[in-house]
């Protein structure tokens, strides 16, 4: 079997488990490649079926104008249920405060939202669109991750995980983040979208929009990021390799408008993906924290 | 491309985390800004260089706590293959972390100290290779600058490991004389070592035969775990078994018996999704649909007519204890065997083996790292083959119901 075969089928027989396993599951969906690549194989693990669970979307309200259009889209056409979960919701319930300043984020405040979602639902299983490659604290979280009432991650008490059997059992109140492509890396990733010829959002491709430059990196110049007068416009050609909130996902420059050329780019580039995400460049063990705290 | 997925054994102290950080260093699977935090850590050699055994350093909760948490995997791609590492550092906690790494991998590189040779670890790693049924062993001795790429220090190596994994059920071992720290033998052939003539490591990796002469004689089988059922209007009738092909292979037309129940059906059609197969191969996850209805959930599983696995309420294991409070024989545990599950009670300790010295003794204590032999009597009938033949459907895992843990492995061998 090709590589690209056994990471499909694996991924698969883990979407199924999660299935036959769980009551209430669901799939967090972030508009991103990595969840589209999970919807892609929902399909592939349950059609002509319909999915055994909703999408979950968790909008911090600071999303890609782009990835909301290509999310409403995505739905239509599965005719699958989805759930939506404001930040903005938490926040006007007083549950979370607003950061300020020019560096505020959403990113924080949105495992909060996350986890009401999740209590409010009663979801006892969330899949996920992680992989072990993108950072050193989710290179040791299992494919079946539980999580605690609370919704933290403990490193140091999880399940040993064997062959593929997963151990998805639970008491009430916890629940199970679930990676079915774990062992998939970034180029992996991209490999299969174009094999299967799976359709993004196009922020992911070249195109011509109004940056400004925060901490090093190129962000788009978006109203969220509180723009001002020392703060330089540029109207340069960018893409996205990651596509999460615009306060906290930077664009390289790039010309690659083809899948091919995106490949060819990635594998030339000699910066890791993550390396675009200003969440993760607060300090060396910022994931783990977060995770820690409940985060995807 | 294919994929080999491999363990890595060894502590610290021989120099795993360099090995395997050299390997991802010199493949150039280590990224500018992991580069640049590596950089900001500040960790250097004696003699400069940066030390690549941070590449495989653990989260801040290990560095706080001085603990390890089992397992790491480490990905990297070159040309010729991609590769999946597991990496299960730590010392006291050893057995467990490897018994879990090595569930999943094809390989197992063991890695031996030029300067101690074989010793009692070398042994501890190398039964646990054969008691998981990794069919390829790949002997790394490493710190060959330190014995001045002596030839007799790493034949006399050689010599004794045949010694030691003589009684063991290994397939194919390789050597490989390295120096991780200087980079010899690991992505090209070293100019230090002129006397030894095989490849380096990186092309053994990219080169080696995955072992399937397993996999070709492995009987089919197929655990259902899911029914897909859409119960519409157009698709009132349709009933397709989702579930992934765990040894041989099926083909429409062939003869099928669902276990336990014991009816049989032939094949109608397999698809995926939308297209249609004429055949799952062994690994693919497929929807299966039957000529007849009989019926069949999650848990069952379909083998050809003329080739059934052992179905039985009684069974020995090969048993890994993997949680802090040992066994306890008046529980019933429950047993997952892919998407079955059922509750199991201890029916006769056989042995428990002394992982260092390999014998075997009587005993009622089962702690953590404890591996012995057990017979157990499960509550439903299971449809299980011997481990060594067929680790996916002669693997199981022990959950304690009062705290949902998994507190062992077992290596299903044989019924009574």
Known sequence: ?296 | MDLLKFITAGSVDDGKSTLIGRLLYDTDSVLDDQLEAIQRANRKNNDGTIDLAILTDGLKAEREQGITIDVAYKYFQTEKRKFIIADAPGHIQYTRNMVTGASNADLAIILIDARKGVIEQTRRHSFLVSLLAIPNVLVCVNKMDMVDYDKAVFDKIKTDYELLTGNLNIGQIDYIPVSALKGDNIVVQSPNIPWYDGQSLLGFLETVTINHHLTDKQQARFPVQWVIRPQTAELHDYRGYAGRVIGGSFKVGDRVVALPSGFSSSIKKIELSSEELSVAENGASVTIHLAEDIDISRGDMLVKEDEQPEVSQLFEADICWMDTKPLDFSHMYLLQHHGKTTKVKVQDVIYRINVDTLEKASSDHFGLNDIGQIQFKSADSLAFDNYASNKANGGAILIDSRNNLTVAALMITKSE
């Open chain 1, 1 to 296: 079997m090709d590589y690209l075969d056994q990471l499909e089928a694996e991924a698969i027989y883990i979407l199924r488990e999660v299935a036959g396993q769980f009551e209430k599951p669901a799939l967090l969906f972030s508009g991103g490649k990595d969840s589209i690549t999970l919807v892609h194989l929902a399909e592939k693990a349950f059609r002509p079926g319909k999915f055994p669970f909703p999408l979950v979307h968790i909008d911090t309200g600071h999303n890609f104008p782009e990835t909301i259009a290509f999310r409403d889209e995505l739905i239509a056409k599965l005719g699958e249920e989805l759930i939506v979960g404001y930040v903005q919701d938490s926040i006007d319930a007083g549950k979370v405060i607003e950061q300020k300043g020019k560096n505020a984020s959403r990113n924080a405040l949105q495992t909060v939202t996350l986890l009401d979602t999740i209590a409010a639902h009663g979801f006892d299983a969330c899949i996920g669109g992680a992989r072990r490659d993108e950072e050193k604290a989710r290179a040791k979280e299992r494919i079946f991750s539980v999580r605690d009432e609370f919704g933290q991650w403990d490193p140091k008490r999880q399940r040993p995980e064997l062959w593929s059997v997963y151990n998805g059992r639970i008491h009430k109140g916890e629940n199970v983040r679930v990676f079915p492509i774990s062992n998939w890396t970034e180029l992996d990733v991209w490999n299969y979208i174009r094999r299967e010829n799976i359709k993004l959002p196009s922020i992911y491709f070249s195109h011509e929009r109004d940056v400004i430059t925060r901490n090093g990196q190129l962000m788009a110049a978006a109203v969220h990021l509180n723009i001002d007068h020392e703060d330089v416009v540029e109207y340069r050609k960018v893409r996205f390799r990651t596509v999460g909130d615009m306060t906290c996902t930077a664009a390289v420059l790039s010309d690659a408008y083809h899948i091919d050329d995106i490949i060819d780019e990635i594998r030339l580039s000699k910066i890791s993906e993550r390396g675009a995400r200003m969440d993760d460049k607060v300090s060396e063990a910022a994931m783990e924290d977060r995770k820690k705290g409940g985060y995807f």
